[in-house]
Structure formats: C-alpha cells, structure tokens
C-alpha cells in the first residue's frame, strides 16, 4: 500500500510505501529479511532460530513470532545481561517470550563478539545445530528479500528513501532500482561504517547515506523529534516508529524545505515498521518526563 503525503510547499510528490503493514507482528523490512531465511532453514532441515537484538528489537519480535508462526523454535541472544530480571518489564521481550522464544542474555562486551568463530561455536556446544539468523536479519537472504519492496508501479519515483540500521534492507533496494533513480538511506546510528556494510551486497554506485538525522545515535530522540511524529501522525494518520522511520521522514522534509531535490521530484519513502517498539520507547521517555508519543 503506498499513501501520498500531502505538503503545504515546494512542487515535489511526496509517498509512503507502507511495509509496516504487511503483516501484524512480522512488519516491513523484517517480514522481507525473514521470508528467503525462513525458506532456507527449512531447506536445511533445522528446526530452531537462533538470532540476536537488544532490549526493544523489532527483529527479536519479528523473528520470535516468524519461528511460533512456521514451526521453529527459536532462541534469542539478548544484548544486556541486566535485562534478565527485567522481562516483565519490557514488552518487547515479554512479546517474544510469549511466542515461546527462549532467551540468553549477555553482557554488552560479550556481545560485541557476536560474530567470532569462538563464540558462535559455544552457542553451538550449548543449543546444537540452530539455523543463524544475524543480528538485524542481515544476510544474502536478506538482501534478496529486500529486492522486492520495489515494484514495475514505482519506476516513476525519482528518489527512494529509507532508513537504515544494518545495511540490509537499503541493499536490497539500491539492487532493484532503475538507472534513473536514487537511493537515500538515513542512517540511526552515527559513524560512517554502514558504506563498507552496504557495499557487501551491492556494486551499484546511485545511493548516497544521510548522515544528518540520527538523533544522536541508535535509539537516540529529542522531544523536537517525539512532536514531529506526533504532528505527523495528525496530519498524514500515518505512525512513524522514533528509532528508524521517524528518523528518516523528519530527514526527507527538512531536506525538501531546504531545496535539496530537484523541482518535480517524486519521492518514495519507505515505511520498514517497527510499531512495536513505540511502547517501550514511550515507558523511557515517561521516566524521564519527556514527552511521549501519541497515536
């Protein structure tokens, strides 16, 4: 589904391709990052997930009810060894217990080693032979999934916005763009280390990241940020999750009132979900007494 957005200036078309509503628990771009892992898992004959995130992860969610859904089981690596006497506290990870997935939580530094031969293959010793999901659902797999957000219908989009976290989801997008379109890609994490991820999966020279609109980093907001999606919300009846699609709408507008596009642009912004972290995300800003948001 792909709603305009209306704005009160400049000549461009501005429009929401919304992911996020895909499906109810396995929204946007990781419904599209799981479809190709979940078909490989099974051609592989393994019948648990095993996958990673940190206490508000869209993916744990995602991947959690992905393995209720199709008959896996699944265990999630939970960055945070803090959060273990906290689950009934998170509704993230409550979510992802109650669709039966088992959790190990580890301290942030063990974390980091997520993909050292030597730590995986201790999670091997003590799960046995799960099929690896990556941290953010970035894969090959992955990536193929992600080609098909794009359709024959939106060849007459100039630019194709969306946000990015590890890579995945704006590689599969730079693959199946035409030669006369461009790739945005917002960044929510500082730092320019994404470029050597993204160009993993792609050659394709026609995309460019933002790095202007994190925030402050990954899961980092403002209140200024929390009101944009809110009046965004009343205007358009569209939410916008704070930690990647807020991020990158409040990005595409500020750049159209500062002259970035070309007159007669037609933009594409990709909504890639992640609804469910809201609730945890407004529990943070009440304790701080900031601002929450409101749909």
């Known amino acids: ?93 409550q979510f992802a217990q109650e669709c039966g997935m088992k959790f190990k939580f580890v301290s942030r530094e063990s974390y980091r080693q997520k993909t050292e031969p030597d730590f995986l293959e201790n999670l091997k010793q003590e799960f046995g032979n799960f099929y690896l999901v990556p941290e953010g659902g970035t894969n090959e797999y992955a990536v193929k999934g992600c080609e098909e957000i794009l359709t024959k219908e939106d060849a007459h989009y100039d630019f194709i916005c969306c946000s990015v976290g590890t890579g995945g989801t704006i590689s599969g997008i730079i693959r199946s763009i035409l030669p006369h379109q461009k790739v945005l890609g917002f960044p929510s994490l500082k730092g320019d280390f994404l470029k050597d991820e993204i160009r993993k999966f792609v050659q394709d020279q026609n995309w460019e990241l933002i790095t202007a609109y994190h925030f402050g980093g990954y899961g980092k907001v403002n209140p200024e940020l929390i009101a944009f999606i809110n009046q965004f919300y009343k205007e358009n009846t569209i939410p916008l999750d704070p930690i990647y699609t807020g991020k990158m709408v409040f990005g595409v507008i500020d750049l159209i009132n500062k002259n970035y596009f070309p007159e007669n642009s037609k933009i594409l912004l990709i909504h890639t979900g992640g609804i469910q972290g809201i609730q945890g995300m407004n529990l943070k800003l009440s304790a701080k007494k900031i601002p929450i948001i409101n749909f």
Do not use: C, V, W
Request: hydrophobic share 40%.
């Open 1 to 93: 589904m792909t709603q305009e957005i209306q704005l009160n200036t400049k000549n461009i078309s501005l429009s929401i391709r919304r992911e996020d509503l895909i499906h109810p628990f396995i929204s946007g771009n990781k419904f599209r990052k799981l479809k190709y892992n979940l078909l490989q898992a099974k051609a592989e004959n393994k019948d648990t997930l095993l996958t990673f995130g940190g206490a508000y992860s869209n993916h744990i969610a995602a991947a959690a009810f992905a393995g209720k859904e199709h008959g896996f089981k699944s265990i999630g690596i939970i960055r945070g060894d803090e959060l273990e006497s906290k689950i009934a506290e998170n509704p993230t990870l």
